[in-house]
């Protein structure tokens, strides 16, 4: 499933940083394909969660809680190794 939002490699980015407990990141921006990170890439990706919801599914996170979470439980997992 996904969820009815997105999310800027940006905002992914400033989240992983956050959540790996980095403080001083360079960041450098290389806009050679309008905005996309490689020529065939899609600047934007959204799921369509229309036949889930029309059966009454409904995501559990949105699209920044997930990969929160998602880091979270890999560097729990990580940690157990």
Known sequence: MGSEDT???LEIAEILIRQLGFSKVDKRFI???E???WNGNVKE???D???PKAIGRKAQYNSKDAVI???REY???KKNL
Request: with cysteine.
């Open 69 to 71: 979470r998602i880091v």
């Open 35 to 37: 905005g996309r990170g």
């Open 7 to 9: 999310l800027t490699v």
């Open 75 to 77: 560097l729990e997992q």
């Open 49 to 51: 969660c229309s036949i």
């Open 31 to 33: 806009d050679k394909f």
């Open 45 to 47: 990706y959204l799921l």
